[in-house]
């Protein structure tokens, strides 16, 4: 009886240990070996991850690229599902873009942000209630408004970061390196902060008089601005955002992290930061009428936009306005704002940097084509630098970005059975989509592509299968221009390659038009007044490290002042 007992004892157990592995989706590829353990890819993706510093980039390496294939699972433990990750960027683009009704979101993703920013436009499933908020934020990328108000604040501050760079160059560093993703994130968040809530942080200018007093062996006679406070506030969610997203569990570590003081320390902070600005537009739109507040072109930052808008909205169904210091929809969409708006552009003009002094050919040609374009010792204004045409500069921002891989990847969930390059993918099942354009994509059956897909490359073409497919590990601008046969002149092509940098379709990047046009006048300006040297060995590396976004782990630049 004992004998039996114990047997029965032990089937069990045995089905239960068999009951811990890994779960995969029937016909799409997976590491065999993997499938042999309870842990499935975790052991190598963790050792991925410690050698790298990134988190998305293993994902793919010990799936997709151990395979040589495009599309793969990551397997994990029974109790969560499988990823699938896809790595053709046509295809990407083409889900992104295309197929908005079979992929939204993924549940992953959203649980990164919703416990902090739980009414963010980055926390939500696409929703009317997402519709409704996405509207009520659209004029602050119109064209228009952001020319209008929008860039001078990025003008202005290129300028303070160049007086900035001039010192450390002429006086401190001299020809030595010196780092510059710190002074980035100053002039990212002070931008940021200035277009959003109206109020100049002075970030930048602090740090101008700080070294100025350095460099005369005087202490400092001011307080530092109070945006210094905010900086840190930015710095604390940032960094703790990208730590609970490392965890085994990360929506758990998100909410354990709101009950924190530190949390509520960055809550109250902005809070009182923001309500300062946002009494003075209700102020200024309250007593207005309706038709005055739909005429007024007035508006000072997007903030007050926004809060325009929301009047309106409210005169017209005979409601009194809420009060936007305590509207969580209005705040979280600004934390969001404020902390993705910066962070994501400092690190990109970190790697441009990275690449000037990398590529210094491509370097002295961009300058040539900007002074060409800008003849004369002053600087060109805003209005100038975003009107000219200058199709090398066009190419090498893009390709800056594409080589970058700032935001690596993303996240998406099947809302309906489909399929992906002929697998079957189920309902549910999540997607990582790689953005990083940084080799050539191996070839596949082009019958297995989806419908959207096959239209868009008889439209324009399979751009991989021509020169400027190729050699995609370097940086060349010109894979980006085309030249007429006739008049042999060259014009940017957008199309060249997909552009996924900032994602794409309704769930892109909500500040792509903001992100251009400032990477824009950054570059011409520094371009035109710098030039960016060769560095030591050490600090030559292009590796990255990875929290929210990806940025060189060694952001150094040494320059001659022009």
Not at 199 to 212: A, H, M, V, Y
Not at 356 to 369: C, D, G, T
């Amino acid at each position: 009886m004992l004998c039996y007992i114990l047997l029965g004892f032990s089937s069990i157990l045995l089905v239960l240990w068999h009951k811990l592995y890994p779960k995969q989706y029937p016909g799409i590829p997976y590491v065999e070996a993997s499938a042999r353990r309870i842990s499935g890819d975790i052991p190598d993706l963790m050792r991925a991850i410690q050698a790298t510093d990134e988190v998305t980039n293993p994902m793919f390496a010990v799936s997709s690229q151990k395979l040589g294939i495009p599309v793969a699972q990551v397997l994990f433990p029974r109790f969560r599902k499988p990823l699938i990750v896809v790595e053709d960027p046509l295809e990407v683009e083409d889900i992104i873009v295309r197929r908005h009704n079979e992929f939204d979101k993924a549940p992953t993703a959203v649980e990164v942000f919703a416990p902090m920013f739980p009414r963010g436009t980055l926390s939500q499933y696409t929703t009317p209630e997402l519709k409704a908020q996405k509207r009520l934020w659209a004029d602050t990328m119109h064209v228009d408004f952001l020319r209008k108000v929008v860039a001078p604040h990025i003008h202005k501050t290129t300028l303070e970061l160049l007086g900035l760079w001039r010192l450390k160059a002429s006086v401190l560093y001299q020809d030595q390196p010196f780092e510059v993703h710190e002074d980035f994130k100053n002039a990212t968040l002070d931008i940021v902060w200035a277009s959003l809530i109206g109020e100049e942080p002075g970030l930048t200018r602090f740090e101008i008089k700080k070294l100025r007093a350095q460099i005369s062996g005087d202490k400092i006679q001011e307080q530092e601005p109070r945006s210094t406070f905010v900086k840190a506030e930015m710095a604390y969610i940032s960094q703790a955002i990208a730590r609970n997203a490392k965890t085994p569990m990360p929506t758990w570590a998100q909410k354990l992290e709101t009950y924190t003081p530190r949390y509520r320390k960055f809550r109250s902070t902005v809070i009182s930061e923001v309500a300062r600005a946002m009494k003075k537009a209700v102020d200024r739109y309250g007593h207005l009428e309706t038709g005055m507040l739909e005429a007024d072109d007035s508006a000072t930052c997007m903030m007050g936009l926004v809060l325009r808008r929301q009047i309106i909205e409210a005169k017209k169904a005979g409601k009194a306005p809420t009060d936007p210091t305590t509207d969580p929809n209005m705040l979280d969409e600004m934390f969001i704002m404020l902390v993705g708006g910066h962070d994501s552009t400092a690190n990109a003009l970190a790697w441009f940097v990275k690449f000037m002094e990398m590529y210094p050919a491509v370097q002295s040609e961009l300058r040539l084509a900007l002074k060409s374009a800008f003849p004369g010792p002053d600087p060109p204004t805003v209005d100038r630098i975003l009107s000219a045409e200058i199709p090398y500069l066009d190419g090498t921002l893009e390709e800056s970005l594409r080589l970058a891989g700032t935001s690596k990847g993303s996240l998406r969930q099947a809302v309906v059975d489909t399929e992906i390059l002929g697998y079957k993918v189920p309902k549910g099942a999540e997607i990582l989509l790689n953005f990083h354009i940084n080799y050539t994509p191996r070839s596949i059956d082009e019958s297995k592509r989806s419908p959207g897909c096959r239209a868009a490359i008889a439209k324009h073409g399979n751009c991989f299968s021509g020169a400027t497919g190729r050699g995609l590990a370097s940086f060349e601008p010109r894979r980006w221009l085309v030249k007429d046969e006739n008049t042999g002149k060259e014009t940017f092509n957008p199309y060249a390659l997909p552009s996924l940098a900032f994602g794409g379709g309704y769930r892109g990047c909500f500040g792509r038009k903001l992100a251009t046009i400032e990477f824009r006048i950054v570059a011409v300006l520094l371009i035109l007044n710098l030039e960016f040297l060769e560095l030591p060995e050490h600090l030559r590396t292009m590796r990255a490290s990875e929290k929210l976004f990806r940025h060189p782990e060694m952001p150094f630049a040494r320059v001659k002042v022009l």
